[in-house]
Nanobody, 128 residues
């Protein structure tokens, strides 16, 4: 059974940093690309970033470029999201998500229907 444990969220002032973690179990972690997705209050799900099964070729949504860094440690079955220079508009619940297809992502990486398993989410609040 696929299971994720997310952590690292919290309250941070604008300009601050947080590092989110998502520990996975129940599947062969190193065989799948992973993404982070977020949901702001009152809004729909929004894709943030994806990383390949081997930890290469990360891609970011425009709002995340230059501020967020996705990484993974396959020996620990964990994917991370380092978020710097946080803004109030980054306030959201952040979810990790498992790409449904084995190995590397393809052109559909930003389509939420491409992911078949999700974490429970971790709240990030950016406020002074």
């Amino acid at each position: 059974q696929v299971h994720f444990v997310e952590s690292g969220g919290g309250l941070v002032q604008p300009g601050g940093s947080l590092r989110l973690s998502c520990a996975a179990s129940g599947f062969t972690f190193h065989n799948y690309a992973m993404s982070w997705v977020r949901q702001a209050p009152g809004k729909g799900l929004e894709w943030v970033s994806v990383i390949n099964s081997g930890g290469s070729t990360p891609i970011y949504a425009d709002f995340a470029k230059g501020r967020f860094t996705i990484s993974r440690h396959n020996a620990k079955n964990t994917v991370y999201l380092q978020m710097n220079n946080l803004k109030p508009e980054d306030t959201a619940v952040y979810y990790c998500a498992k790409y449904a297809k084995v190995r590397d992502y393809s052109s559909d990486y930003a389509s939420l229907s491409t992911y078949d398993s999700w974490g429970q989410g971790t709240q990030v609040t950016v406020s002074a």
